[in-house]
């Protein structure tokens, strides 16, 4: 079946370093792939979505790409916050199941 | 209502009672789904509505888990018999149509905690 693989965390980085969280995929044709950040004690909240190849989402700072020929759609900022602080979840969607497939989540810690 | 609202948003109850859950979706929303996140792992998808009716419940973890949607809005998620590896927070979420549609977003509700001690 369908699966996302994302990186293992904690990520701790310093306040306005880059971010990378990468996260690929396995599926039948081309889903459409998403990104949603979970904060401290608040529920999963869509970040960014991309629904065809070459597309690139972005939200926040935050930008994706959606590249078919790696199969992967990493996560991207230029310049992380404190506020930034959360766990970050990849997912497809999963035409067989109608419903959302998600990675196991990044945290990410952004120190001051 | 304005988002997903679930409760109760805490529970604690001992191994082999019963427990039930409830999510209240975005009015409107016609799919609403059930996600269960243990402690360290990743959502595992549950269930699926797509109005009253579940499609598939093989993502149901077994036969003491039950859910169900009356009149197209609010559902409920029972487990039966409750285990310690039960506990976990268990997320509903509602989207406004539960097609194959790659714009399809899901909106999740804050959760509710369940303990089993």
């Known amino acids: 079946g369908d699966s996302v693989t994302q990186m293992e965390g904690p990520v701790t980085l310093s306040e306005e370093a880059f971010l990378t969280i990468n996260c690929t995929y396995t599926?039948?044709?081309?889903?459409?792939l998403f990104w949603y950040v979970q904060y401290p004690g608040e529920g999963l909240q869509l970040l960014l979505k991309a629904t065809k190849a070459d597309d690139k989402g972005s939200n926040k700072g935050f930008e994706a790409t959606y590249r078919k020929e790696t199969t992967s759609f990493h996560l991207e900022k230029g310049s992380v916050q404190v506020s930034d602080s959360a766990v970050y979840f990849c997912a497809l969607w999963d035409t067989g199941r109608r419903a959302l497939t998600f990675g196991s989540g990044t945290r990410l810690q952004v120190q001051p | 209502g304005a988002g997903v609202s679930q409760s109760p948003s805490n529970k604690v109850t001992e191994k082999g009672k019963d427990v039930e859950l409830r999510c209240d979706p975005i009015?409107?929303?016609?799919?609403l789904y059930w996600y269960r996140q243990s402690l360290g792992q990743g959502l595992e998808f549950l269930i699926y509505f797509q109005g009253n009716s579940a499609p598939d419940k093989s993502g149901l973890p077994s036969d003491r888990f039950s859910a169900e949607r009356t009149g197209g809005s609010v559902s409920t998620l029972t487990i039966q018999r409750t285990q310690q590896e039960d506990s976990a927070v268990y997320l509903c979420a509602s989207s406004f149509s539960g097609g194959a549609g790659g714009a399809n977003v899901l909106t999740f509700g804050a959760g509710s905690r369940l303990t089993v001690l």
């Open positions: 009015s409107g929303h016609t799919a």
């Open positions: 599926a039948t044709g081309y889903p459409s």
